[in-house]
């Protein structure tokens, strides 16, 4: 999680899309540099987002050409972030900017030599704007190499406020109360919950809110580190408080095979499209801009959230997640991507995309009154509010091997563990499995 897909965050799997963007002279100067200084020259900028994430990150760049002169290129790379940029550096084409979805892919990257520091520009404004924790998480052995631009709060259960009505249920406030609302909501004609199964990054959000919650802040750290192994009690007892959720066919749109082939968006479309077909769905405060930009749901009246529920005594947790941007040492044009980060990093940059929805950004400068609507406001607020006590999403700490990789890792034995919930223990094992190998790598 911000992941997680970064988040933190979306899925994708469109195929590389190349949108140029045009240069407009004559606009203001930004900090550090002018319009002509950058005219005549193109960056290419990759990042996991699709669809309408995609088109709302594309105003942000169209508004950095008007601004600075600097033509740009978004290049689509779909989940496996490391493999496509890894691939793209060896092949001599290497993108100037990557929009990174995990700190463990962030820290890889930087292990690997491949990162440029950011600009004394862009540290002071993180420095000065943002919570400390941000810069943490974008820093590898004191190095600042990552601007956490796009945040998201993935402790956030969406719902249709009519079908919850219908069912005459109100938002609960502990996990068992979610379960019990959920198979109210069943009974009235509609399955409890969409879930993304086909998407193994949505599964870890969904073991990270109850593992946070239910095992404590202290656990969590220790796990996400991996000084505490999967085998632990704490994480048996997590899953089999997910497998309750898993096993039980009434609760799933579809069932556990319905899950298992339902992509983010589908899951979203399940809730909010034309045809609904379960009341809630759990992922980040991302699910708004979905909602909002491709089913034309108002926010606050059609689609509204309330926070995940604490779980077994717990207290509620709060999970981000992110996208860092970061410099890339094969890029063509250092100056203008050095560029371009100082212009993310401004509260100005933020702006263009809160008020296309969907979006969140850690800045503090950010004018709340940019977003596009209250709940927006109210999960920004909340994000900024939390200060050093957000707790990043764990799989996309983790190596990419482990906590960001397609069809492997945590994402694909999470998958199976929601095909069939019945041995939470050997789950665990497996996962210890696979997080101790790719820790060692």
């Not at 959920?182 to 879930?195: K, W």
């Not at 702006?351 to 940019?370: H, I, R």
């Not at 406001?377 to 939390?386: G, V």
Request: glycine share 12%.
């Amino acid at each position: 999680m911000m992941r997680r897909r970064t988040t933190l965050l979306a899925s994708c799997t469109a195929l590389a899309l190349a949108l140029g963007a045009t240069a407009c002279g004559g606009g203001p100067v930004a900090a550090g540099g002018g319009g002509k200084e950058l005219s005549g020259r193109t960056i290419t900028v990759a990042g996991v987002w699709s669809g309408s994430e995609q088109k709302n990150f594309q105003k942000v760049l169209d508004a950095f050409t008007e601004k600075i002169g600097a033509k740009t290129r978004f290049v689509s790379t779909g989940d496996n972030v490391s493999t496509v940029v890894g691939s793209k550096i060896e092949g001599g084409n290497a993108p100037d900017v990557v929009m990174v979805p995990q700190v463990g892919v962030l820290q890889q990257f930087a292990k690997k030599g491949w990162l440029k520091p950011l600009s004394k520009t862009t540290e002071k404004s993180v420095d000065t704007n943002y919570a400390s924790v941000w810069k943490k998480y974008g820093s590898v052995d004191d190095t600042f190499y990552g601007l956490y631009f796009k945040a998201a709060h993935k402790s956030t259960v969406w719902y249709s406020p009519a079908a919850l009505e219908q069912a005459g249920v109100k938002p609960p406030t502990t996990y068992d109360a979610m379960l019990k609302a959920g198979h109210t909501v069943s009974d009235s004609g509609l399955a409890a919950f969409s879930v993304a199964g086909q998407d193994g990054w949505t599964l870890t959000d969904w073991f990270e809110n109850v593992y946070l919650s239910q095992a404590g802040p202290e656990k969590y750290d220790a796990l996400a580190a991996h000084k505490l192994k999967w085998t632990d009690p704490t994480v048996v007892r997590a899953l089999t408080t997910l497998g309750k959720l898993f096993e039980d066919k009434q609760l799933l749109a579809g069932g556990q095979k319905g899950a298992l082939n339902t992509d983010f968006p589908g899951s979203v479309e399940k809730v909010f499209g034309p045809k609904p077909e379960a009341g809630m769905v759990y992922e980040g405060d991302f699910v708004a801009g979905v909602a909002k930009d491709q089913f034309g749901r108002k926010i606050g009246q059609d689609a509204d959230f309330f926070p995940f529920p604490a779980v077994g005594g717990g207290t509620a947790p709060v999970v981000s997640g992110g996208d860092a941007a970061v410099v890339l040492k094969d890029g063509k044009d250092q100056k203008a991507a050095m560029r371009f980060l100082e212009y993310l990093a401004t509260p100005e940059a933020s702006a263009v995309w809160a008020e296309a929805g969907g979006f969140l950004s850690p800045n503090k400068k950010v004018d709340l009154a940019s977003y596009s609507d209250d709940i927006a406001r109210e999960t920004a607020k909340s994000l900024t509010a939390a200060g050093d006590s957000v707790r990043f999403d764990m799989s996309d700490q983790a190596p990419a091997a482990f906590g960001g990789t397609k069809g492997a890792g945590e994402w694909k034995l999470l998958q199976d563990f929601l095909r069939d919930p019945s041995d939470p223990k050997g789950t665990a094992a497996a996962l210890e499995n696979a997080a101790a190998k790719a820790f060692q790598d």
